[in-house]
């Protein structure tokens, strides 16, 4: 079993809908959780990240974390074609520049106008 | 501030040879990780520099090995090339006394043929 599942899709949505992105982990002790965006041809940007269980909302972003449940996910509402991307979540254990992170598959979300 | 930059942007190489990738990190940084994200996969952890040292290594062979110089920039190095090794190549950087995300380069695509 991987550390961190995540679906790839592809998935495809219509503009303006609410899109769900997911992950699972087994390390329990991962404590930070994150979500980056990769455009085609760039590395990976952070949208947002969480420390421990609970939400973050950030513009059109949410972001939660159940602990518990070892799962992650990235709410995106009114969703549009700029958003049309690679997500990847990302954990550590700490939130330091120096802690490698590991990240999940990703999943390309097409955002169709 | 140019952010982390990355040379080549794409490379192609045959199998047995070696190849040289180099990142210059984020204006205020110190600390270098470069990350192996082969196609449809999240970015893995190949190691960190800091202090011209390596200072934390992920599950890669000893075929890959890096350097960091005095201006804090970085070499990731791979002998004998496999077709497996075929994959962008991430440099991220960070400052190892801040609390700050780490901020990925756009990469390296490098082909082994």
């Known amino acids: 079993q991987k550390e961190v599942e995540q679906d790839p899709g592809p998935l495809s949505v219509p503009e303006g809908a609410i899109v769900s992105l997911n992950c699972t982990y087994s390390?329990?002790?991962?404590?930070?959780f994150m979500w980056y965006r990769q455009y085609s041809r760039k590395g990976p940007e952070l949208l947002m990240y969480t420390y421990s269980s609970g939400n973050k909302e950030d513009g059109r972003f949410t972001a939660q974390v159940d602990k518990s449940s070892k799962y992650i996910s990235l709410f995106i509402r009114d969703s549009q074609p700029s958003d049309s991307a690679t997500y990847l979540c990302?954990?550590?254990?700490?939130?330091?520049?120096?802690?490698?992170?590991?990240f999940g598959k990703g999943t390309r979300l097409s955002v169709i106008a | 501030d140019a952010g982390v930059t990355q040379s080549p942007t794409h490379l192609i190489k045959t199998r047995g040879q070696q190849v040289t990738l180099r990142c210059s990190p984020k204006s205020g940084h110190d600390t270098v990780s470069w990350y192996q994200q082969a196609l449809g996969q999240g970015p893995q952890f190949i190691f960190q520099y800091y202090e011209e040292e390596e200072r934390q290594r992920g599950n890669f062979p000893d075929r890959f090995s890096g350097h960091q110089f005095p201006n804090y920039s970085s070499e990731l190095n791979v002998n004998a090339l496999l077709l497996g090794d075929s994959a962008l190549y991430l440099c991220a950087s960070s400052s190892r006394t801040s609390s700050d995300e780490q901020f990925f380069g756009p990469g390296t695509r490098l082909t082994v043929l």
């Open positions: 990302a954990m550590s254990v700490y939130y330091t520049g120096n802690t490698p992170l590991v």
């Open positions: 390390n329990s002790a991962f404590q930070y």
